[in-house]
């Protein structure tokens, strides 16, 4: 069974700051790797993706995240963020299993200083 | 565009009487789920459609239902509200059956008086 964890239940960096968001998974094989965010009261919206090919993809709002297979982690970063990024980030696995669900991390919370 | 849209955003009903929220997906997807999210945690899976097949995880209350009367249409009912039940609703989408990305709608929010 697939599993994902996120170390950091909070974070709070400084307007313009660097952020990077860490995430490990646990699979057999090559997983399929998402980082969603959710506003308050919002559903959760897709930021990036992983599948194959280059390690490093670049997601929307400015993110962008690397998969690391010997390391099993797939860390979100932006290089300067801004106030409107504070949110929940959700990184979650999947896996090209018929009947494989996503598996979510425990979220991490953004806040952001001014 | 193509979407996922709940209704209501917001719904509140007493502790026992049924409810039921609704949502809805312009996408043509085969599957689709719904979750329960409580505060501060992640979105934890109730059940899915894969087109008119429904699969129920295991740990879901049975007082918790679904009907999906087409490719477009699912709903989640509540058969009998408790103040456990109370959080936001998640329904999404995926194409296929499998760990591809699936996309959300914003939630319904039932709070239980």
């Known amino acids: 069974a697939q599993s994902v964890t996120q170390p950091d239940i909070h974070i709070t960096v400084s307007e313009g700051a660097s952020l990077e968001l860490r995430c490990n998974y646990s699979?057999?094989?090559?997983?399929?790797l998402f980082w969603y965010v959710q506003s308050p009261g919002q559903g959760l919206q897709l930021l990036l993706k992983?599948?194959?090919?280059?390690?490093l993809v670049q997601g929307i709002k400015g993110f962008e995240a690397e998969f690391k297979r010997s390391q099993s982690s797939f860390n979100l970063r932006k290089p300067s963020v801004h106030w409107s990024d504070a949110a929940e980030f959700f990184c979650?696995?999947?896996?090209?299993?018929?009947?494989?669900?996503?598996?979510f991390g425990g979220g991490t919370r953004l806040m952001v200083k001014p | 565009d193509a979407m996922v849209i709940q209704n209501p955003r917001y719904q509140v009903t007493q502790f026992g009487k049924p409810v039921t929220l609704s949502c809805s997906q312009t996408?043509?997807?085969?599957?689709m789920y719904w979750y329960q999210q409580k505060s501060s945690q992640a979105p934890k899976l109730l059940f899915h459609?894969?087109?008119?097949?429904?699969?129920n995880e295991a740990d879901t209350p049975d007082n918790f239902q679904s009907r999906r009367p087409n490719t477009s249409f699912c709903f989640l009912d509540i058969r009998s509200p408790g103040l456990g039940d109370a959080a936001m609703y998640l329904c999404?989408?995926?194409?296929?059956?499998?760990?591809?990305?699936?996309?959300f709608g914003p939630g319904t929010r039932l709070t239980v008086t």
């Open positions: 979650a696995v999947g896996a090209n299993n018929a009947g494989n669900m996503l598996t």
């Open positions: 992983y599948f194959s090919g280059d390690t």
């Open positions: 996408l043509n997807h085969n599957v």
């Open positions: 459609y894969y087109d008119k097949d429904f699969n």
């Open positions: 699979y057999g094989a090559t997983p399929y």
């Open positions: 999404a989408t995926s194409r296929v059956l499998d760990g591809h990305e699936q996309y």
